[in-house]
């Protein structure tokens, strides 16, 4: 009998423990609860960024977070009403955004989110905040890849769910060996190891991967412009409000010069000029 009693509080104790799991912290809303503040519940705002990309969205071996996205992200909240403390941010890789918005795992996403018409199917934006182009990442000695074509027969890597790889796929080198990992460091990997020729991306994140302390002279940009990428701040379809709010925030960031204040700080070591911050476009 004792044994038994035993055994249902350890299971008890397991299917609160898999709940806790599944919860994974947040509610529908991308709200998580958090901790008591002067007895008041002080909430929490998740927000999807990426964890992998240096000057955009970076997880730093202390567990902090740096880079661009992490700037806006952290303007837009308080704008919204949370303070740094209040957010919680969440791993959004490129294949899984549109899910962790429709999910409510997240209450937005700020990771070199292009919008696009094919993803405004699932998910609204908010933005643009900012243009980027796709480009080529190629080993310093490489001297055959100069442009889009030179990639047919060669040896590509991109990330699956994104931009990237779809418009090689469709237009730019439809020829190519493409390889489509998780994220862009797992490319650079395979870019240094020599399993891959070039990595395609926006030049925003391949600037930051190539001004890497550990990268420093091992690879150089192509300077192609090989499409248009605005990122925007993707949220729940159909949430005007929140989707305005965020419009306004993001229009204060550019007027009250802390949009260039980020540009500067997460892009300038890097030496990435970036375009100015575009006009907004999304729900109107
Ligand atoms: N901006 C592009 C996109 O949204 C490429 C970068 C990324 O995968 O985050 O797909």
Redesign the pocket.
Known sequence: MKVFKTGAVAAAVVALALTATACGGSSTSGKAEGGETGGAKKDKVVIGI?FD?PG?GLKTPEGTFTGFDVDVATYVAKELGYQPDQIEFKQA??AQ?ETLIANGDVKFIV????I?DK?KEKVDFAGPYFL?H?DLLVRADESTITKAEDLNKKKLC??T??????NVKKTLAPEADLLELQG?SECLTGLENKTVDALT??N??LAGFAAQEKNKGKFKLTGLSLSN?N?GIGLKKGDKELQTKINAALKKMASDGAWEAAVTKNFGPAGYKSEPAPQITEGS
């Open positions: 990426k990309q955009v890789i490129s955004r990771a070199s989110y292009s696009t993803r980027a796709q991109s990330v769910g994104s931009t990237s790889a779809q862009y991306t926006d925003s994140i990428e990122y």
